[in-house]
């Protein structure tokens, strides 16, 4: 099956086999060692040349346990932060602050508008007990773009702390996170770096961690203070998907193979594929080209074909696509093209739907 969501990915060979390595105890030298290698690599892909500025943390949970992880480790007392907010997954960081009262504003936009900068740096100036922002760097919902890069030099310069949900991002987009002083990257092993879900990693600065350390602990499992402490020392707080993190660790090996430019021009390819292919048949997608990015595409779902259906028609050629979410539900269909996708499989799936749209259309 091939997979277009927006993760699970379809991974390699190479990384499912890498699930069947020896049964590994997380209290041994191999455990440390894995673990060791995956925080190196990530920091080797994501802040090139500034390794030793960053630490990666490692935590067992889907993209949002380091989401959350971030939110709550990354506040002194009194302290609040703005967050963004123009999809369902900047709905979600709202939803996070929300069970700490750890916002102060929520600048929120329709899904699909892109922030304006100038609109977070006036909040910024205005809430003297604001922290930093929090925002999404590629908004999964239609596949839109954040504006990170300007969002985090304005945050910089008033000395605020960026958070970044990059869960979607990393890997399939560029991202300058040293150079750009950004704070906290969340992201995750289940998307563009193709490994399978369960594992995702927080990227801090590594001063900013120093503070981290002696912030108040509002949760106690996604504390990342605690993670850190336990992997500096070679440990781990908890029990970890050993055999994922052993996966990752390959597909990180693969990352850096491919290289991540490439990997972000091979996405950028297919993604253009999928978008020719569907204008020429009269699929309008839903954002104009510059707000979207290399991995995923929503479309207007074609006049008189409803998604279940098309869903199930591509389903039965082998190929998955995703629902819209909220009041978008019935009304589009989003293609994801992250994972170890050949462009043989985006050609196969475009056949394949341009093959049920001409049924569906001979049909009405
Ligand atoms: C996928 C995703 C997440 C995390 O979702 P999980 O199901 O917890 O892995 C968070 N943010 C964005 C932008 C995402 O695309």
Redesign the pocket.
């Known amino acids: 099956m091939i997979l277009l969501n ?2 699970p990915v379809n991974v390699s060979d190479r990384v499912r086999n890498a699930l069947l390595g020896p049964d590994i105890c997380h209290r041994e030298s191999e455990c440390a060692e894995l673990i060791g290698n995956v925080r190196r690599k990530l920091l080797e892909a994501f802040v090139p040349g500034a390794e030793s500025e960053y630490t990666a943390i490692l935590l067992t ?5 380091a ?1 959350e992880a971030s939110i709550m480790s990354s506040l002194p007392p009194g302290k609040r932060l703005i967050h963004v907010n123009n999809g369902v ?1 900047g709905e ?1 960081i709202s939803s996070i602050i929300a069970t700490q009262r750890l916002g102060i504003v929520e600048i929120k936009y329709k899904w699909d508008a892109v922030p304006d900068p100038e609109a977070i740096l006036r909040a910024l100036k205005q809430q003297p007990s604001a922290h930093g922002v929090v925002m ?5 919902t239609l596949g839109l773009l954040n504006p990170v890069n300007e969002v985090a030099d304005l945050v910089d310069s008033r000395g605020g702390v960026f958070i970044v ?1 990059a ?3 990393l890997g399939g987009e560029t991202l300058d996170i040293a150079g750009r002083h950004m704070y906290m990257v ?1 992201g ?1 092993a ?2 563009c770096i193709q490994g399978f ?1 369960g594992v ?1 990693f927080v990227l801090v600065r590594k001063g900013f961690m120093e503070n981290v350390l002696k912030y108040p602990k509002r949760t106690w499992y996604l504390n990342l203070a605690n993670y850190y402490t336990a992997q500096e020392n070679g440990t781990v707080p908890f029990t970890p998907a050993v055999q994922v993190y052993a996966a990752f660790n390959e597909a990180l090996s693969e990352l850096l193979e491919e290289g991540v430019a490439n990997r972000i021009q091979r996405y950028a390819r297919m993604a253009a594929l999928i978008r020719e292919r569907m204008a020429a048949l009269g699929v309008r997608a839903v954002l104009p080209p510059e707000f979207q990015s290399n991995s995923l595409t929503a479309f207007h779902l074609p006049e008189g074909l409803a998604y279940d259906v098309l869903h199930d028609r591509l389903k039965e050629r082998g190929f998955v696509i995703y629902a819209g979410q909220g009041h978008l539900e019935s009304r589009i269909f989003r293609v994801a093209n992250m994972g170890a996708l050949q462009e043989s499989d985006i050609e196969g799936f475009l056949g394949a739907f341009e093959e049920v749209l001409t049924r569906a259309n001979r049909a009405t």
């Open positions: 927006p993760g949970g889907s993209g949002t346990a989401v997954y979600r999404v760097h590629h908004e999964t949900d869960v979607s991002g969340a995750t289940g998307k879900p995702s």
